[in-house]
C-alpha cells in the first residue's frame, strides 16, 4: 500500500524557504494526511499524480521538484498568494492562513493543527499587509515583521541562526520558522524535526512507526557544506555525507594491497577478486592474500599461485597440474607442438614428445637450395636455409645460379644461356649435351677468314670451321678454247673468272681442240695395235690394243658371227646403219652413214643374204684413202682391177676362203677378219 511521508515534505519546505524564500517552493508544503500530491505540486516519482500529469523534474527555472505536470517542457510549481502580504501571511486567500492550516495529525500521516502567527508584512517588501497568523503553515506563523525589517533580521534566519525562534527550537516545534511567529503545536507521533542546535551533528531520526518514508541522510554536512571536527565529506551515487574521518570513502582510501571499503567505511580484506585498486598484480585469493592467478606465471606474484590453481611445470598457474609436453599460459592445460624440445632430438607434437632433430642438415624441394630441418611444427620439416654453389646440376640440360635452377651451362665460372655461343661460333652451350663444357655447333657457318673470298662462309665441323663456301680459283691458259687449260703455262688465282683461262690443267694440246683429257687416239696407222689416252694433268700415255686399235679405240670383233651387226669401235651397230669412221683418226667411230671414208655395213658372211658374200672394198689409192664393207653378188670378189680391188670377209670361226689364201684379221679401222695369203 503506497504511503505519502509527512516527514519529507517538510524538510523539503524549510530547506527551500530558507534558500529561495520563494512561494513556488512553498507549493508542496500545504498538503496534508495521506493526499497524493495535486497539480503542479512536489512529488515523488512513484506518487500518484492527477489525471493527465505525471511526475517530472523541474524545467522552468523552479528549484527543488520533482512536480506533477502536464507538460514536460515548463515543468515547476503553481500558486496564489495572500492579500497584501504577497503570498505567505495568513490573512491573504490561497496559501496562507488558508490552505496550510494545519489539522490533527496522527503518525506523521498529517500537520500540526494551525497557529496563529504574527502580524506580517510581505516577505519580499516591508510593511505589506497580510492576514494574521498562519505563517508558512507547517507548525507556527511565517514572519515576524516581514521579509526585511523585522523578517529576516529580527527573530529571522539571520537574526537568531535558526536558535530562538527559528526553525528548530521556535519555529515548526514551537513558534513557527521564525521568531516571533504564532505558537506552534507540540510534535506529534510522526516524526517532526527533533528541536537539536546546529552546533551539534545532526543524526537520523526513527519513525514511531516504519512508515516506508524515507530518513533524512546521516549526518549531511551543515549549510556551510562543511562537516564537524574529526568527520570528512564523502559524496556517493546516493548524496554526500560525513563520516569519521579515519574511515574510508571509497577503495583507493585503503591503504595495501587487496583492500576494499564497505558500506560501513571500513576497509576490509577483498576476497576471490581481483585487487579493487589494481595494486595487486595477480588477484587476492579466498584470504585476501594478493598471488599469482590462473594464466600468469606462477612467480608473477612472489607467494605464488592464488587457491585453487598450480604451479605447472612451464612455469604457469594452472587449473591442473600439466605434463610434458603441455602448457598452461592460457591457464588451462594445453597440448604443445614444436619447439621447446622435449629431449635429445626430441620435440612435442600435439602434447606427445616426437623425435625430431632441430637444424639438422636437409635438401628441400628447391635443388638449388640448402636446408635445415624445424621442429617448429611438431614434425620434420625440411626448410630452406641458403643456395647450392653456382653450377650445380639441377636437372637435366640445369644448373643452378644466383639460387635459381635455370636452363643453361656453367663453363669457365660464369652462367651460359642455352643456345649462347662462345669465342667461336662453332661452339655452342648446348645443355642437352653438356651443361659443363661447349658443346660442337656442328651445321652453324661462319664467317670465312683472309683464306676466303669476300662474303664467303664456312660450315662448322667438329666444333671448328670447315672449308670456306668461296676461295679464290686458279685459272690455267685455254688457247685453243677447248675448255682445258696448259699445265706448261703459269697459272693464276682469282675469285672471279678470268676470260680465255679455264680452272683445269687437262689440255694434252693447247694446239690441238680435240685432245685433252679423256681423249684416246691410236698412235698411228703403221702402229694399229697401241692406244694413247691423254689424262687429266695434260700428259698422255699409251696401252696396247690385242686386238688392234681403231677410231681411237681398241677393236672388238662381237658381232662377226651375229648375222644382221656390224662392230663399229665399242659400239655395236645393226648394218642397216652401217659403222663409220672419220678420218684422221680422232674421232671415235659411230652407227650411221654419214658419208664417212670409212664404213661397214657387214663384218662377216653371215650379215648377207644368199646368193651374196661380203667383201671389203679399198679404193686404187690404198688403205690410207678409204674402204668399206659391203654385200656383193658369189663370184664377184675377191677381184683386182685398176679401179682398186676386193678381198672376201671371213668368219674365223667357220672361215670359207679360196685355196691358197686363210681367214685372218685385217689391218683396217674396221672391225674385219679377210682371206688372205
Not at 494545519?102 to 517588501?125: T, Y
Not at 537520523?204 to 557544506?225: C, E, H, K, V
Not at 599469482?292 to 591442473?320: E, L
Not at 666444333?463 to 682445258?484: E, R
Request: hydrophobic fraction near 25%; include cysteine; glycine fraction near 18%.
Amino acid at each position: 500500500m503506497r504511503t505519502y511521508s509527512v516527514t519529507t515534505s517538510r524538510v523539503f519546505c524549510v530547506l527551500s524557504f530558507l534558500s529561495l524564500l520563494s512561494s513556488a517552493a512553498l507549493t508542496g508544503c500545504l498538503s496534508s494526511g495521506a493526499t497524493p500530491p495535486g497539480a503542479n505540486a512536489p512529488c515523488k516519482i512513484n506518487d500518484d499524480c492527477p489525471s493527465g500529469y505525471q511526475c517530472r523534474a523541474a524545467t522552468n527555472g523552479a528549484l527543488g521538484g520533482p512536480f506533477c505536470c502536464k507538460d514536460k517542457n515548463n515543468c515547476g510549481p503553481a500558486g496564489s498568494g495572500g492579500s497584501g502580504g504577497g503570498a505567505l501571511d495568513g490573512g491573504g486567500s490561497g496559501i496562507d492562513g488558508i490552505a496550510a492550516m494545519d489539522g490533527p495529525s496522527s503518525k506523521g500521516g498529517a500537520l500540526d493543527v494551525p497557529s496563529s502567527g504574527g502580524a506580517g508584512g510581505s516577505v519580499i517588501v516591508d510593511g505589506g499587509s497580510g492576514g494574521a497568523g498562519g505563517g508558512i503553515t507547517v507548525v507556527g506563523g511565517s514572519t515576524s515583521g516581514g521579509g526585511t525589517a523585522g523578517g529576516l533580521a529580527t527573530g529571522g534566519v539571520a537574526g537568531n541562526q535558526f536558535a530562538s525562534g527559528g526553525v528548530l527550537t521556535g519555529g515548526i516545534a514551537s513558534g513557527g520558522i521564525v521568531s516571533g511567529g504564532g505558537a506552534g503545536g507540540a510534535l506529534d507521533a510522526a516524526r517532526d524535526l527533533p528541536q537539536m542546535p546546529d552546533s551539534a551533528p545532526d543524526v537520523s531520526m526513527p519513525d514511531a512507526a516504519a512508515d516506508n518514508a524515507p530518513d533524512l541522510p546521516l549526518s549531511p554536512p551543515d549549510g556551510n557544506g562543511t562537516c564537524p571536527t574529526g568527520e570528512k565529506a564523502c559524496t556517493s551515487s546516493s548524496g554526500t555525507t560525513c563520516i569519521a574521518t579515519s574511515a574510508c570513502c571509497v577503495n583507493a582510501d585503503c591503504a595495501g594491497t587487496c583492500q576494499t571499503c564497505n558500506t560501513s567505511h571500513a576497509c576490509v580484506a577483498a576476497v576471490s577478486q581481483d585487487d579493487p585498486n589494481g595494486r595487486c598484480a595477480g588477484t587476492c585469493d579466498t584470504t585476501g592474500v594478493c598471488k599469482s592467478k590462473k594464466g600468469q606465471t606462477c612467480q608473477t606474484v612472489a607467494v605464488g599461485c592464488a587457491s585453487g590453481t598450480t604451479c605447472s611445470t612451464d612455469g604457469y598457474c594452472c587449473d591442473t597440474a600439466c605434463g610434458q609436453c603441455n602448457s598452461c599460459s592460457t591457464g588451462t592445460c594445453t597440448p604443445l607442438t614444436g619447439l621447446p624440445s622435449c629431449g635429445t632430438g626430441k620435440v612435442c607434437a600435439s602434447g606427445s614428445c616426437i623425435t625430431c632433430t632441430q637444424n639438422d642438415p636437409c635438401q628441400p624441394a628447391d635443388p638449388c637450395k640448402t636446408g635445415t630441418i624445424s621442429c617448429a611444427t611438431g614434425s620434420s620439416v625440411c626448410g630452406e636455409s641458403g643456395s647450392q654453389p653456382a653450377g650445380t646440376s639441377c636437372g637435366t640440360g640445369k644448373v643452378c645460379s644466383g639460387g635459381n635452377c635455370q636452363t643453361g651451362c656453367w663453363i669457365g665460372g660464369a652462367f651460359i644461356v642455352s643456345s649462347a655461343t662462345g669465342a667461336s661460333t662453332c661452339q655452342v652451350c648446348n645443355p642437352a649435351k653438356s651443361t659443363t663444357s661447349w658443346s660442337n655447333n656442328d651445321g652453324a657457318t661462319v664467317a670465312c677468314g683472309s683464306g676466303g673470298c669476300p662474303g664467303s662462309t664456312a660450315p662448322c665441323i667438329n666444333g671448328a670451321p670447315g672449308t670456306c663456301s668461296k676461295i679464290p680459283d686458279t685459272y690455267y691458259q685455254d688457247n685453243d678454247g677447248d675448255g682445258y687449260g696448259n699445265p706448261l703455262v703459269a697459272p693464276v688465282s682469282s675469285c672471279t673468272p678470268i676470260a680465255g683461262w679455264v680452272t683445269n690443267h687437262g689440255d694434252c694440246s693447247d694446239a690441238d681442240s680435240q685432245w685433252y683429257a679423256g681423249r684416246t687416239r691410236c698412235a698411228s696407222s703403221t702402229d694399229p695395235n697401241t692406244l694413247v689416252t691423254c689424262n687429266s694433268d695434260g700428259t698422255a700415255s699409251q696401252s696396247s690394243c690385242s686386238t688392234g686399235c681403231a677410231g681411237g679405240q681398241c677393236k672388238s670383233f662381237a658381232t662377226v658371227g651375229t648375222a644382221g651387226f656390224v662392230t663399229c669401235g665399242t659400239l655395236t651397230c645393226s648394218t642397216s646403219q652401217a659403222c663409220s669412221f672419220v678420218y684422221p683418226d680422232t674421232t671415235p667411230p659411230s652407227c650411221g652413214t654419214i658419208g664417212a671414208s670409212y664404213f661397214a655395213t657387214c663384218d662377216g658372211p653371215n650379215d648377207c643374204p644368199s646368193g651374196q658374200v661380203c667383201c671389203r672394198i679399198l679404193p686404187l689409192q690404198g688403205y690410207l684413202a678409204g674402204e668399206q664393207t659391203s654385200c656383193v653378188a658369189s663370184g664377184s670378189c675377191p677381184y683386182g682391177n685398176m679401179g682398186g680391188s676386193g678381198q672376201l670377209v671371213c668368219n674365223p670361226s667357220n672361215p670359207v676362203c679360196p685355196s691358197g689364201v686363210t681367214c685372218q684379221m685385217a689391218t683396217s679401222f674396221l672391225s674385219i677378219y679377210i682371206c688372205k695369203a
